[in-house]
């Protein structure tokens, strides 16, 4: 009798220890609360009626905001406030399995004008750093400021999962940047977007800050070949913030824990509530359009995933579009490495 309350005794220690086991960490809970009040779809069709009713600044053409920046640098440097500081850009970039893509040829192709978008800036003091599953057949990945992390954990069986297999892939960024002595400016970026050829050249000659956040920036209709600028940007584009982390900022692993304490947790949280956790600190928002989102290439995840309407078009902002042409490709330099 004794030995079978004994044998009962243990097995419900063991249940409460399997249970106790499954008890969700204190980082997993604060993310699982964000991504819950996270309803994506509601949030764009609040972006979208925003435009239509606020936005102040319409009918400024594409290239008079291009023009912009170019004014800007011309006016540093007449005043003589263009000297760099000394610390390194990093892009941290996630490169989805060619196992979950509609078609492995555009995810290359995407991948390889990011980096030529990238690579061309006119300040070469940067890395960028993919990580993914397979490793991409493209002339640009090995270049010397490229580096090709390979992981070793599956793909994402379900399209729910492409965000965490993404966050994922970050961390093991994170985690290298951190073993290598990295510190400096850390930008996560999409694997098919494109950046301003004088970006790096602005985030190193403004005042050192822990991050800048993109308030305006490029959308792209590959479809259509048009081209306009959107406000609040890092509202719907993941391509949008730069944080400055120390060393020790980034996470000693790729494990959850690994940013519980750590910095780095901001480059892994939802983007449209980036100003939310830079609460108190010294942030910089960006008005230059530096980034492009490239939309309907044919493999976009947020077209996947249902989390933008493919139907999303200049007329939907109340915006004039310009046409995709070669004087707005030479500002983002994609066509010729």
């Known amino acids: 009798m004794k030995r079978g309350i004994t044998i009962k005794k243990k097995f419900k220690q063991k249940r409460k220890k399997i249970n106790r086991t499954k008890k969700p960490s204190k980082i997993a809970k604060t993310i699982n609360e964000s991504v819950k009040h996270h309803n994506y779809k509601a949030l764009m069709a609040e972006y979208l009626e925003e435009d239509l009713s606020?936005?102040?600044?319409?009918?400024?053409?594409?290239?008079e905001r291009l023009d912009q920046v170019d004014e800007y640098f011309e006016k540093n440097k007449a005043n003589s406030s263009t000297e760099p500081n000394e610390l390194e850009v990093a892009f941290g970039i996630s490169l989805k399995s060619k196992k979950v893509s509609r078609n492995w040829n555009i995810v290359q192709d995407n991948l390889s004008r990011t980096l030529r978008s990238i690579l061309n800036n006119t300040d070469q003091n940067l890395r960028i750093i993919i990580a993914g599953h397979e490793k991409p057949n493209i002339e640009e990945i090995n270049h010397e400021r490229v580096t090709w992390l390979c992981v070793s954990f599956p793909p994402p069986k379900y399209i729910s999962q492409y965000s965490i297999d993404k966050f994922r892939k970050r961390r093991v960024i994170g985690a290298y940047l951190r073993n290598t002595?990295?510190?400096?400016?850390?930008?996560p970026l999409d694997a098919d977007d494109w950046i301003h050829y004088r970006f790096v050249e602005f985030i190193r000659t403004a005042p050192v800050s822990d991050a800048f956040i993109l308030n305006k920036g490029f959308m792209a209709n590959l479809k259509n070949k048009q081209v306009w600028v959107k406000d609040r940007f890092f509202i719907g584009c993941g391509s949008s913030s730069v944080f400055y982390f120390s060393n020790m900022d980034f996470p000693r692993s790729s494990r959850m824990t690994g940013v519980r304490k750590a910095k780095f947790k901001w480059a892994i949280w939802p983007h449209h509530k980036v100003t939310l956790f830079l609460e108190n600190k010294d942030y910089r928002m960006v008005d230059f359009p530096f980034v492009t989102w490239v939309l309907f290439h044919g493999d976009n995840n947020s077209i996947i995933k249902r989390k933008l309407s493919s139907k999303v078009s200049p007329q939907n902002f109340n915006v004039i579009p310009d046409n995709l042409e070669d004087r707005f490709y030479k500002y983002f330099k994609i066509k010729n490495f």
């Open 54 to 63: 606020k936005t102040s600044d319409t009918f400024t053409s594409l290239i």
């Open 181 to 187: 002595g990295f510190s400096g400016y850390f930008m």
